[in-house]
Nanobody, 123 residues
Framework: QVQLVESGGGSVQVGGSLRLSCAAS????????MAWFRRAAGKEREGVAR???????TYADSVTGRFTISEDNAKNTVYLQMNSLKPEDTAMYYC?????????????????WGQGTQVTVSP
């Protein structure tokens, strides 16, 4: 049974940093795709960053240059380093995984999801 557990969320001020973690059990990272999505209150789910089976990362335009996705295969954990945080980054952040392809614009193709971790950025 695949389980994804996010952690690392919290409250920070504008310009601050957070690192989110997604620990997986029952799933091997380097055989598939991992990504971070977010959903702000009253808004649709948005793709943030994805890393593929070759370790290649893609980002939403809104976070490029500020966020970095990475993985530690030995720990079966994927990370999202978030720097220069803005109030518009406030959202629930979710980790997603699938052995088959999905993109930041096709979250419905991702089979496995975590419960989410809240990130709040205050002015």
């Amino acid at each position: 049974q695949v389980q994804l557990v996010e952690s690392g969320g919290g409250s920070v001020q504008v310009g601050g940093s957070l690192r989110l973690s997604c620990a997986a059990s029952g799933y091997t990272f380097n055989n598939g795709f991992m990504a971070w999505f977010r959903r702000a209150a009253g808004k649709e789910r948005e793709g943030v960053a994805r890393i593929d089976r070759d370790g290649i990362a893609t980002y939403a335009d809104s976070v490029t240059g500020r966020f970095t996705i990475s993985e530690d295969n030995a720990k079966n954990t994927v990370y999202l380093q978030m720097n220069s945080l803005k109030p518009e980054d406030t959202a629930m952040y979710y980790c997603a995984a699938d052995p088959l392809y999905f993109s930041l614009t096709t979250p419905s193709l991702a089979t496995y999801w975590g419960q989410g971790t809240q990130v709040t950025v205050s002015p």
